[in-house]
């Protein structure tokens, strides 16, 4: 195999973007994106001072009417596009063989909804786990148990 293989270990703050390296038969670490607002508190995604926020009426032109869970869903949706997008801009400038995801469980379906048809196409194995502060041989584990084939 001529291309590369890639290790995506991510929640909604944090994702880490490795390269499996058959030589040293460790994973790499290429990049490491993070979301500031990712565990932000509510309050600090969206105001509730007056006439920021209305009551949950229509009614009112002009005044937005986000839920706080609507904004935090937003922001973790926006950080799974950055991360999609760093892959897939990869994908079009070199030669990978797979990508391999390990992510918290409900980022995981945020990254599957952002992806290319062409990305998509590249997942191998996939592992809903928050296991992102966890040491490389965890990760490896992992994906091993989940049915990964490497030389690694």
Known sequence: MSGKSYVVVANQTEAKILVENSKTKELE???TLTNE???SSDSNLVTDRPGSISAPSNTVPGVDTMSRKDAAEIEAERFAASVTGWLDERRSKENINHIDIIAEPSF?????SQMSKHLEKLIGCTVDK?????DQQRWLDYLK????SSSL
């Open 37 to 39: 607002d990712g565990r």
């Open 130 to 134: 928050d296991v992102v502060q966890a």
């Open 145 to 148: 148990d989940a049915g990964h």
């Open 108 to 112: 995981l379906g945020k990254l599957r």
């Open 29 to 31: 670490l290429v990049v």
